[in-house]
């Protein structure tokens, strides 16, 4: 995450371009098998608990573990490849997330799924920061703000695409594996990505051998995140006792603590470098805002579509498509005319239409009850996805905007862990708020459970809304 572990010596080349860019494909299909569980649980979660047991706080962890861990991991893995060497990292990385993966899909238990999420994540974690080092590396300065322009919309379209793949793996229950197919096919996968690694990859990288690990700071930042994470998700199964409450507020206790930390170390968690510029700030800021209401928003409405009207896992993955065409159709629009002609307006454009998409849903669900279809629900959801859609490109445009050549790849690895934390807060909190209406489980419950966080992403988008004014009109120019 720092930005001495992302910064290159000079005494290195630049690869080829052809060589670079395949470099830059290894580090993307690492990006997206990440970006896709994280989210393809999503839909799988009612499978999950239907099999394995557990309370409803079950579906909340098996989404929770794996982002979680994920985010924290970030923290201390760029300084880690400094250390122990990146194309090292990577490779174990991506080997370790393949075993997880598999550990997932041959779970026994859902404390044992659990647990494996958590160790996928942490694996995810080592092996992604890596990626963006190297691509730092073998792209010239003039070219690597170009080569990461498609991450933003790549990851956004991911982010869409995870639980609509669960609902037709689910339905093909390849081999009889049911809900296990959606962390088997990793295995595949991770090993042709393994061994593209291991063809591509540059061995040297230009590592910082003067890097240290900041163990106090990566402690107090761990803790702050635990603190706040497992109240969310325990504490309405629990009845909030008065502990959840005091870890809440420890954690921003221990936030601040980390902060005065920060300022202190000499070889800090976070580039302080980049937390000065505005840009930057209010574009983690809008990510966040975003990414919380928006992996919020896909677990309530899975649920609400599978436990609340029971319809199948096939049937939700095939009601998502209008999303998924709306955010693909707004990732070209925004990408080819709107971000270079209209700038920041394209965010506002996008949130707002995305507001009125999910207030189209709202209504939808209250008036039409348990007589939706996939039909009636189609035109609010391509609303929602053309609106999300718009904001992938320039959103991550504007962030990395924010940052110098020598900060762009730090800025980039940084921009990641936000959306992963936010994604698990968004689960953790919009989740538990979902629950906490679900009283007798009868279908009107889950719909007003649906229109409760329906309303709050809502809030969410129109926060973020409210946000995009710290940024400039457009994104070159933020300040370098």
């Known amino acids: 995450m720092e930005q001495s572990s992302l910064e290159a010596p000079s005494d290195i080349a630049p690869l080829p371009a052809r060589r670079a860019w395949l470099v830059l494909a290894v580090v993307f299909i690492a990006d997206v098998m990440d970006v896709i569980d994280s989210t393809i649980a999503n839909l799988a979660g009612p499978s999950i608990r239907a099999d394995l047991g557990g309370s409803e706080t079950t579906l909340q962890w098996v989404l929770t573990a794996y982002t979680a861990a994920f985010a924290i991991g970030l923290i201390t893995s760029g300084r880690l490849g400094d250390l122990l060497g990146r194309r090292r990292l990577f490779l174990q990385g991506m080997a370790g ?30 092996m992604i920061p890596q990626g963006f080092a ?66 591509f990859l ?81 574009g983690l800021a809008i990510v966040g805002t975003f990414f919380a209401a928006l992996s919020g928003f896909q677990l309530a409405f899975n649920l609400l579509l599978q436990l609340g009207l029971h319809w199948s896992p096939l049937h939700t993955s095939l009601t998502l498509i209008p999303w998924a065409l709306g955010s693909a159709v707004a990732v070209v629009i925004a990408g080819a005319v709107l971000t270079q002609r209209i700038g920041r307006a394209t965010l506002h454009l996008g949130l707002g239409i995305a507001v009125i998409g999910l207030l189209a849903l709202w209504w939808t669900i209250a008036r039409r009850g348990d007589s939706l ?44 862990a936000v959306q992963q934390f936010s994604g698990a807060i968004g689960v953790a909190a919009l989740g538990t708020a979902f629950f906490a209406r679900v009283d007798h489980g009868t279908t009107a419950d889950f719909d007003h459970a649906g229109e409760l966080v329906i309303g709050l992403a809502a809030v969410l988008f129109l926060i973020a809304f409210a946000l995009v004014r710290l940024l400039p009109e457009h994104a070159q120019q933020a300040e370098h």
């Not at 859609?389 to 790849?409: C, M, Q, S, Y």
């Open 373 to 416: 279809t996939s039909a009636t629900l189609a035109p609010a959801l391509l609303l929602v996805g053309f609106g999300t859609g718009l904001v992938f490109v320039p959103i991550f445009d504007f962030v990395l905007g924010g940052a110098t050549t020598e900060e762009v790849g730090t800025g980039a690895g940084m921009l990641n």
């Open 97 to 126: 997330f393949t075993l997880a993966s598999l550990a997932c899909g041959l779970a026994p238990g859902v404390d044992f799924l659990i647990v494996a999420r958590l160790v996928q994540g942490l694996c995810g974690a080592v």
């Open 202 to 282: 540059p061995h040297r990288t230009g590592e910082d051998t003067s890097a240290r690990l900041d163990l106090g700071g990566v402690a107090l930042l761990t803790l702050a995140s635990a603190l706040l994470i497992v109240p969310l998700v325990q504490g309405r199964e629990l009845g909030w006792p008065i502990w959840t409450y005091l870890s809440m507020a420890g954690s921003f206790v221990v936030l601040a603590l980390f902060v005065v930390s920060e300022r202190r170390s000499s070889h800090p968690v976070i580039a302080p470098s980049l937390l000065r510029k505005r840009t930057f700030v209010a």
């Open 134 to 199: 190297m691509v730092k590396v073998v792209f010239p300065p003039e070219k690597l703000r170009k080569a990461l322009i498609p991450f933003g919309p790549v990851m956004g379209l991911a982010t869409v695409a995870g639980p609509i793949l669960a609902g037709w793996l689910l339905h093909l229950d390849v081999f009889g594996s049911q809900w296990r197919s959606i962390f088997l096919i990793n295995v595949p996968a991770g090993v042709v990505a393994w061994a593209l690694a291991r063809r």
